[in-house]
């Protein structure tokens, strides 16, 4: 084969080639197809002297003695008020209850400390029943805490690996009750976009049509994708699981730059652009040196030695130098643009939105 046509076999491929595709259950999710938050207040019991000081906590105290009556065990006001429990710590259990989720099985839960327990590791969490939004009980929780830390003391020094106040029972409740959901329920499903975007919807619905069939799909806003689906549970059931198979080409995003004020971090997607523009950037620092004066009276003057301080102040600005910063149609050429400033984190955070306010900078700024 000669050189000019293995070039012009080449370049048929890379047309041909396809474009980087995503599947449509990463891109959305049927509606109605959710998980729910569960929490309740429990018991841990079992530690070995790090529960609650139960002077500072009384509702530990009441809660132990509301548990003993339950189970027969009255004690008068006078002595329960006076419990000293230092093996029982009052806790906090959460859990996420998923879709489908059926009674019989398990669940994953999180114990974490609401007083001033020093370490829950050890200890053993009471009957907790786990309740949803609507108040109902929807799982009962009761285990043994794994703990992912280790901590030490004596003689005023302390030593601590990771959190000792929050742990984990791994399949440590169970379902009591399901949430029933409206999957089966109409003759069509909808589909969630991850992100409100309507090329996105487009996308999909066009997708839908294209494999399964014209007319079955279409896009009722910028976030829904109506879908006729058959009335058979089974029959819907292989039907969602072919749609989320099916594949479109990746739709690209909205550019946005997401700026974190806390720590400097910014981030950039692919369809950030950058006009030209010019900055000038300059570092400005205040030191202040603070020495101690002492006053000495005179020999038998009756007077006293006084102490004071002389501080004196620096400021010292570097020249800011005009960069200009062309034009960058792409992300590495703005990232390239941006290294050339030599500016830190915190400082490009406030340069970004001096060129967005100036309209060079082609995206939406979040801040988080």
């Known amino acids: 084969m000669s050189r000019r046509l293995l070039a012009a076999f080449l370049l048929a491929l890379s047309v041909c080639a396809p474009a980087q595709a995503v599947r449509i ?41 509301n548990y003993l009556q339950q ?9 329960a008020s006076q419990l000293q429990l230092k093996n029982v710590a009052a806790v906090i259990v959460t859990a996420t209850l998923p879709a489908f989720a059926q ?85 069509s499903v909808n589909l969630g976009l991850n992100a409100a975007d309507f090329e996105t919807a487009r996308r999909v619905a066009q997708a839908i049509n294209t494999r399964l069939g014209g007319g079955i799909a ?26 989320e198979e099916l594949t ?8 946005r730059v997401v700026l974190n004020a806390r720590t400097g971090s910014v981030v950039l997607n692919q369809a950030v652009t950058l006009g030209p523009c010019a900055i000038a950037h300059g570092n400005l620092s205040i030191t202040i040196n603070s020495q101690p004066v002492i006053s000495q009276p005179g020999p038998f003057s009756n007077g006293r030695t006084v102490v004071a301080e002389q501080a004196s102040i620096q400021i010292n600005q570097q ?29 490009l955070v406030t340069i970004l939105q001096a060129i967005k306010a100036s309209g060079a900078l082609h995206a939406e700024l979040e801040v988080i």
Not at 248 to 255: D, F, I, K, S
């Open 25 to 65: 259950k990463e891109v959305a999710a049927v509606q109605g197809v959710r998980s729910n938050q569960l929490t309740g207040y429990g018991l841990v019991v079992g530690l070995d002297g790090t529960g609650d000081q139960t002077t500072q906590m009384p509702y530990t105290t009441q809660s132990v003695a």
């Open 71 to 79: 189970l027969g065990i009255t004690l008068p006001p006078a002595q």
């Open 103 to 187: 009674p019989g099985q398990t669940l994953d839960i999180n114990v974490s400390s609401m007083g001033n327990s020093k370490s829950l590791r050890g200890g053993t969490l009471v009957a907790t029943p786990l309740r949803g939004a609507d108040g109902e009980i929807y799982a009962l929780a009761q285990g043994n805490l794994v703990i992912g830390g280790a901590g030490a003391s004596a003689a005023g020094s302390k030593v601590q690996i990771n959190q000792l106040s929050a742990g984990r029972i791994p399949n440590g409740a169970q379902v009591e009750r399901a949430v029933p959901t409206a999957l089966n329920e109409g003759d």
């Open 218 to 243: 279409r896009a009722l806003d910028g976030r829904t994708v109506q879908v006729q689906a058959p009335v058979d549970a089974n029959a819907r059931v292989s039907f969602i699981a072919q749609l």
């Open 248 to 255: 479109l080409e990746q739709p690209v995003p909205a550019a």
């Open 319 to 347: 020249p800011g130098i005009l960069i200009q910063v062309p034009n960058a149609p792409l992300l590495s050429d703005v990232v390239r643009a941006l290294n050339a400033l030599g500016a830190t984190p915190q400082d």
